[in-house]
C-alpha cells in the first residue's frame, strides 16, 4: 500500500479515538459547562474540537510549506510533492472521519454544504495523492482551515451561553470573519491569477483532462461555498457588533 494511503487511515482512526474517547473526557474535566450539555450537543461538541485539532495541524503545516517547500513552489504542478502528500493524507482522512460522523448522525451535524464540500475536496485530493499532481493548488486550498478554529469557538460560546455581547464573543466573532476572508475570500484573485498562469503551459498539458477537471471544478465548487459562508459569516459579525454598540449606548442611561 502506498505510503500517504496509511496516513490516510492513520489518520481517520487518530480522528476517530479523538471523537470517541479523548475529547469527551479532557471536556468533562477542563470544560465547566460540559456537562450541562444534551447529547445531541455533546456529539457536535466532540466533531467540532476535532476539527479545531485538524484545522490547525493541517493549516499550519500548509503554511509552512508555502513559506519554505522551494521545490512545491517553484513548480506548481509537478514540484516535489511528497510533505503536500503528507498533509493531504492527514486532511483526507479527516474528511473522511467527518463523513463517516456527517452520515451516522444526520440529525445532529448534517450538513447538505459539508457533504458537497468533503466530496469534492476529496475528489480533487485523490489526483494528488495517487499521482503527486498539482501540489501548490493542493496545499494552498489547505491554508483556509486557519479560520476554521475561530468559527468552532463561536459556536462553543453560543451552546455554552454565553451572551453574544461579551467582549470575548465579539473578539471572537470579529476574528472570526476576519482570518476567513483573509484565508479564503481575498485569496481567491492570486489563486485563479496562479491558475491562470499555467494554463497552455508543457506542464498544465501533461496533466490530462481528467485532473484538469478535477482541478478547476472543484476549486469554483470549494469558492463558491466559502462565498456563501462568508455572506452568512458577515451577517451574524454584523448583528453581534451591532447589539454590543447598542448595550453600550443602553448601559448608561440604565445607571441614572
Known amino acids: 500500500m502506498d505510503g500517504s494511503y496509511q496516513v490516510v487511515i492513520g489518520s481517520f482512526l487518530v480522528f476517530q479515538v479523538l471523537f470517541h474517547m479523548v475529547t469527551p473526557r479532557l471536556s468533562a474535566r477542563l470544560s465547566w459547562g460540559y456537562s450541562n450539555l444534551s447529547a445531541s450537543q455533546k456529539t457536535e461538541w466532540h466533531s467540532r474540537c ?3 485539532v485538524h484545522a490547525l495541524i493541517v493549516g499550519g503545516l500548509a503554511l509552512y510549506i508555502l513559506w519554505f517547500d522551494d521545490d512545491v513552489n517553484r513548480d506548481r504542478i509537478w514540484g516535489d510533492p511528497r510533505l503536500v502528500k503528507v498533509n493531504i493524507a492527514i486532511a483526507s482522512g479527516y474528511l473522511i472521519n467527518d ?4 452520515l451516522w448522525h444526520w440529525k445532529t451535524l448534517g450538513d447538505r454544504y459539508f457533504i458537497s464540500h468533503h466530496l469534492a475536496a476529496l475528489y480533487a485530493y485523490q489526483y494528488v495523492l495517487a499521482r503527486g499532481l498539482l501540489p501548490y493548488f493542493a496545499n ?10 475561530f468559527v468552532n469557538q463561536r459556536w462553543f460560546f453560543e451552546v455554552l451561553g454565553v451572551p453574544r455581547s461579551a467582549r470575548l464573543v465579539v473578539l471572537n466573532g470579529s476574528a472570526m470573519s476576519i482570518s476567513f476572508f483573509l484565508v479564503r475570500i481575498a485569496v481567491i484573485p492570486s489563486y485563479y491569477r496562479q491558475v491562470a498562469s499555467s494554463f497552455g503551459t508543457a506542464a498544465f498539458h501533461r496533466l490530462g483532462l481528467g485532473p484538469q477537471c478535477a482541478w478547476i471544478i472543484s476549486s469554483v465548487a470549494l469558492d463558491i461555498l466559502n462565498t456563501i459562508w462568508m455572506y452568512k459569516i458577515a451577517r451574524g459579525c454584523w448583528k453581534i457588533l451591532f447589539r454590543s ?3 453600550r449606548k443602553t448601559e448608561p442611561s440604565k445607571s441614572f
Open 245 to 247: 454598540h447598542m448595550h
Open 50 to 52: 476535532v476539527s479545531t
Open 99 to 102: 463523513l463517516v460522523l456527517l
Open 140 to 149: 494552498f486550498r489547505l491554508i483556509a482551515e486557519l479560520s476554521t478554529p
